[in-house]
């Protein structure tokens, strides 16, 4: 087992793995999410309170920071290798034809990594540790925080940001979905193009998902 | 046809390199890019100045031995070749080449365009093989093998061990190399016996040398000039993954 | 001529092997442990007998040029291997693989070396498939056959084009795994400057390292050679550039003979020479014959027109075009040896007939089997030679006739050696095309391959250790001895004496102009006065070379002008041992045509009378050398004449 972790493979496929699980986590976000746009702030509240308070959810959610840690740690590790593997570089830069995506995954995730903390802060430590900023709760035992939530929606340059990050974290995607099956091994002349489709069009949803999110609360006067 | 030529000259494993500018003149679209360079050599020696070293050998594209980084492209700017196959017609008149040798750090430059490709023979000692020796073996048609299987094996033999792969690599990672001996290897009966430790031992041995990591970008397959294709790297990942959790000995 | 003792063993031809291994000496396992052998070369019969004799437990040294194992030029032998495993069920057995070969060399091959490699040709199929090559399989997971040249069985074993890379990559293989095992040590980027002769035994080589340019001592009980051919002596050759015959010629200078250095295999299907600066030849398969046409324009003016550029090809009208092979050889066709194609290809060239910009090609064309077959089953058989022609010629060959000429391509003279494979120098073998010993005159199609790897996994392992089993008490040999001491000198001197000539021409311009001389006046087509006048033209190049050679650098570290130099210096010697064996043998056979020695329709004609003996020369100084015959004699089969009408 010694092999599976510590050789290059096995850290590709623990990224791999950690990254599939985020993944997933990415879509239960946005389907919370997006109760704000299709529902009402209560609903939205009562979901996001669900998923702060229980048990269950707790063991996930550490299961989830465990996810993110291998991740970014692995992501850094083979990072550092994959340069060190090249001391000296080319004069003329590479004209191969790759996968455009796949060459910018280590700057797609440090973008997404600054955005992670910003959001973490903004969010997540807020309603943890920080109660005394938080607005007043709606219910007993339910934060309210769609109000957080819309109030930084409605900052222009905030919305810009989160944008950006999108679709930063979109073009991360469109490699990585595919990628990580490759990397479990799995490859198949029938099925090896659908993990390709199913995986651009998580991307697009992840994409477009969280940015109608941002631009309708920014643009309708109803919120 | 004329060329403006930035050759990187090192003069050994040790000394500081640097790019040269050559001009060449009066070359036939049809010379292939290493009588271009012989051309150029010839004149060097004419003018008692040292010689261009590059490796080179078979010139038909089957033996490994040209490398070569030309404009950005390991074996130059076409598709499924070694630099030996490689023609002028594919340059303009006039073009600027720069040609650089092969940059990894388990390939160190011995001179000018000259690379240690030896990494890859240690790869294969450490487990790219049947290991039998002579003698004593079945009649070869004891065993048989699926046609499918076969020519699947076949297209992962075909590997001429040039090292492209890793030079293309943005992680100048070997695993196409081992992808596709480790693939040629277990798809046969023959090889099968002995798949696990061969796979857990080659992975490791290539670590050991400082190859990256296989970031599945495909500038490999890309460059390959035998076409060998991301789907063995698959295969590698498959048979490493089943070995590692199934083998009991630590490699 | 007492020295040339064939030692074939006593008995009936099916048991002389049989019987040769069932009473030779053996060598104990901790006895082999103390003895050591050096093999040079890595190609399919170098890297062989390196694993199959780093098994048995000896220890073994191997050396190559290149940077590694895998790049010996068996790696680029197309066609496949030749075994008579009777698969198909066609009638194949030893015995027929051992007349075909014996008959497709003119009968000039031993018959006992080549009945032996007739009887392990089949164990070779079974080596290599437990390895893991990847031969061509049928659909029930059985192995498949193509036939080939010279033989009316199907018993050609192939890995699509690629058959010699398969084979050296299986050998490849075992060699990493004894070396692996610790059984067998590599040197890359080695060239063998000398063998080191002790007590009349061969103890040793002096290597120059092409990294570092050391010159390194390495010592052994017995030393195996397995250099490959001397094709490049024409400079132009389908051979790879770092393909030479220095080794040989070292053995060569140090007491060994070189035998039948005429017969040179000069093969029909090559791309022509296009350009001066042009460095190699490429082959294009024989297979390519099965469904091509080889033809010329019948006039003389029209073959102008196509070479100005004036016509093309596929315009010229049906009844304007001469299918020369069809037409002279009815019976076989395009298919009739590639002796025999070669030199009708050079006749109607030097009649005038020829195409291409020089002049110097013949047509191949597939417009008619395209027409029967379509595009699609010429695509599948030959798609990838097809492309390799286009990616060369920058023509498309499915829509104009390809255009090919001959090209130097194999030699299947070499040392001579014993049935046990050792030189006329006690402990020094030579094996794989390096020997002279199973082709004859001429080589089939599929056998390089098989001998190759016949010497190294199943002869060798075998005569090696017999001849071992007296030197177990010898001890290791020590490279202080003197004359290492003396060998090493020699090599520093000619190294140096090479650089200290400051003339003002390139190696490559003497090499070139050696070549010229050889393909014009000892190529396809020989008489006494080129001969002979080859011979004046290769001593002024000798003088000219002392003279005018220019090698910038020094000795140390990588100097490539260096290396060709030592080389070509060899090339002039085996230029003059090619010559004076093609002048002394005054018949025409297999590769080697005296055109004073032909039918009246100009076929080759033997003279089994006076020249059926393997020619072994012996070197007598610079550019002297004298003649040993062996006789041949042929017991088990009938001599006849080849006729492919």
């Given at each position: 087992m010694a092999n599976l972790l510590t050789s290059s493979i096995g850290k590709k496929i623990t990224m791999s793995l950690a990254g599939l699980f985020l993944a997933v986590f990415l879509l239960v976000h946005l389907g919370i999410n997006m109760l704000l746009i299709v529902s009402d702030t209560y609903t939205f509240n009562v979901a996001a309170n669900f998923m702060a308070s229980n048990k269950l959810i707790k063991v996930v959610e550490i299961v989830l920071f465990l996810g993110i840690f291998l991740h970014i740690i692995y992501g850094i590790w083979l990072q550092i290798q994959n340069w060190m593997s090249r001391p000296v570089g080319y004069a003329k830069s590479n004209n191969s034809q790759t996968s455009f995506f796949s060459k910018y995954m280590i700057h797609t995730a440090v973008v997404i990594l600054i955005f992670l903390v910003i959001h973490l802060v903004d969010f997540f430590f807020k309603s943890k540790f920080m109660k005394d900023s938080m607005p007043p709760e709606v219910a007993p035992g339910i934060e309210d925080m769609a109000t957080i939530v819309i109030a930084k929606f409605k900052q222009l340059p905030f919305v810009i940001i989160y944008l950006v990050c999108f679709l930063l974290l979109g073009f991360h995607l469109f490699h990585a979905f595919q990628s990580a099956f490759q990397t479990f091994g799995f490859s198949h002349k029938k099925y090896t193009p659908c993990i390709k489709t199913v995986g651009v069009i998580y991307a697009l949803i992840i994409i477009f998902g969280y940015s109608l999110i941002a631009l309708v609360i920014y643009l309708s006067p109803n919120y | 046809m004329d060329f403006t030529l930035k050759i990187w000259r090192q003069e050994n494993a040790k000394a500081k390199g640097r790019f040269e500018t050559y001009k060449i003149s009066n070359i036939s679209s049809d010379c292939s890019f290493l009588e271009m360079l012989d051309q150029l050599n010839e004149t060097l020696v004419d003018k008692i100045e040292i010689p261009i070293c590059f490796d080179h050998d078979c010139r038909e594209g089957i033996c490994g031995m040209c490398s070569l980084y030309i404009n950005g492209r390991p074996h130059g700017p076409d598709d499924d070749i070694t630099t030996c196959q490689l023609h002028m017609r594919k340059f303009k008149d006039g073009d600027t080449i720069t040609i650089e040798p092969w940059r990894a750090k388990a390939f160190p430059v011995i001179k000018d365009l000259m690379v240690d490709r030896n990494a890859l023979d240690k790869i294969i000692q450490a487990g790219g093989y049947v290991s039998i020796s002579t003698g004593g073996v079945p009649d070869a048609n004891s065993i048989p093998v699926s046609k499918k299987n076969s020519d699947l094996a076949m297209d992962a033999a075909?590997?001429?061990?040039?090292g492209a792969c890793v030079a293309t690599c943005k992680n100048a990672s070997a695993m196409l190399f081992v992808a596709a001996k480790v693939s040629h290897l277990a798809l046969l009966p023959q090889g099968k016996v002995e798949a696990k430790e061969r796979v857990l031992r080659m992975v490791r041995k290539m670590d050991e040398l400082g190859f990256g990591n296989c970031t599945n970008t495909g500038a490999c397959e890309a460059e390959c000039p035998k076409s060998i294709t991301l789907t063995n790297i698959a295969r590698l990942n498959r048979e490493f993954i089943f070995a590692g959790i199934l083998s009991e000995d630590k490699y | 001529m007492t020295t040339l003792n064939s030692k074939i063993p006593k008995g009936q031809l099916e048991n002389k092997w049989t019987g040769y291994k069932a009473s030779q000496n053996l060598v104990n396992p901790p006895n082999k442990r103390k003895i050591d052998v050096i093999i040079v070369g890595t190609g399919l019969a170098g890297s062989s007998a390196a694993s199959s004799l780093g098994a048995m437990g000896f220890n073994v040294k191997i050396f190559c040029i290149q940077d590694s194992p895998r790049r010996a030029h068996s790696i680029a032998a197309q066609g496949g291997i030749n075994a008579a495993k009777n698969y198909p069920n066609d009638g194949d057995s030893v015995y027929r693989l051992f007349y075909d070969t014996i008959k497709g060399g003119d009968y000039r091959a031993r018959e006992a070396n080549v009945y032996r490699l007739a009887e392990v040709s089949n164990n070779i199929i079974d080596q290599c498939v437990a390895q893991g090559v990847p031969f061509a399989r049928e659909y029930g997971g059985l192995l498949d056959n193509r036939s080939f040249g010279g033989a009316q069985v199907s018993r050609t074993f192939y890995a699509r084009g690629q058959t010699g890379q398969q084979l050296l990559l299986g050998a490849y293989s075992a060699l990493s795994y004894e070396i692996n095992n610790g059984n067998v040590q590599m040197f890359t980027r080695r060239e063998m400057m000398d063998v080191v002769i002790v007590d009349g035994k061969a103890r040793g080589i002096i290597v120059r390292n092409l990294i570092t340019g050391d010159i390194e001592r390495h010592s052994a009980h017995a030393v195996v050679l397995a250099?490959?051919?001397?094709?490049n002596v024409y400079f132009l050759?389908?051979?790879?550039?770092?393909?030479?015959?220095s080794a040989a010629i070292q053995a060569w200078r140090k007491g060994a003979f070189i035998a039948n250095p005429a017969y040179v295999q000069i093969h029909p299907t090559c791309i022509p020479v296009h350009g001066d600066y042009q460095s190699k030849l490429t082959l294009m398969s024989e297979s390519l014959r099965n469904d091509g046409r080889i033809w010329v324009p019948k006039k003389k003016e029209d073959a102008e027109k196509i070479r100005n550029k004036q016509l093309k090809a596929k315009d010229l009208k049906e009844e304007d075009r001469d299918y020369f092979l069809e037409r002279r050889?009815?019976?076989?066709?395009?298919?009739?040896p590639r002796d025999v194609a070669s030199r009708a290809a050079k006749e109607r060239c030097d009649a005038g007939f020829g195409v291409g910009n020089t002049g110097l090609a013949v047509f191949l064309d597939f417009a008619s089997a395209i027409n029967r077959l379509g595009k699609n089953v010429i695509e599948e058989r030959y798609g990838n030679l097809f492309q390799m022609y286009e990616k060369i010629v920058d023509e498309n060959p499915y829509q104009n006739p390809m255009m090919i000429y001959p090209a130097v391509h194999y030699t299947m003279g070499g040392i001579w050696v014993d049935y046990e494979l050792m030189t006329t120098i006690p402990g020094l073998y030579a094996a794989g095309e390096a020997n002279f010993s199973d082709h004859g005159a001429n080589r089939l199609g599929a056998s390089a391959l098989m001998q190759g790897l016949a010497d190294g996994y199943f002869v060798l392992p075998y005569t090696v250790q017999n001849y071992l089993s007296s030197d177990i008490k010898t001890g290791a040999i020590s490279t202080t001895l003197p004359e290492f001491d003396a060998a090493e000198k020699a090599v520093k001197d000619r190294l140096q004496g090479l650089l200290s000539?400051?003339?003002?021409?390139?190696v490559d311009s003497f090499h070139k102009e050696l070549g010229k001389t050889m393909w014009n006046h000892v190529g396809m087509g020989r008489t006494k006065e080129s001969l002979e006048k080859a011979l004046v033209v290769f001593k002024d190049i000798r003088e000219r070379f002392h003279k005018e050679l220019l090698i910038p650098g020094t000795t140390e570290g990588v100097n490539i002008e260096l290396e060709k130099a030592t080389r070509v210096e060899d090339y002039i010697d085996m230029a003059e041992l090619i010559t004076t064996d093609a002048l002394t043998r005054n018949e025409s056979c297999g590769g080697h045509f005296r055109e004073e020695s032909q039918t009246e329709e100009g076929e080759a004609k033997r003279d089994d009378a006076n020249y059926m003996y393997v020619g072994a020369w012996e070197y007598k100084g610079t550019g002297e050398m004298t003649l040993h015959k062996e006789d041949l004699n042929y017991e088990n089969i009938e001599v006849k004449s080849r006729n492919y009408k």
């Open positions: - | 075909q590997c001429i061990g040039c | 250099t490959g051919g001397y094709g050759s389908t051979n790879a550039m770092n393909s030479n015959c050889y009815p019976a076989f066709g395009n298919l009739v000539i400051k003339g003002k021409r390139s």
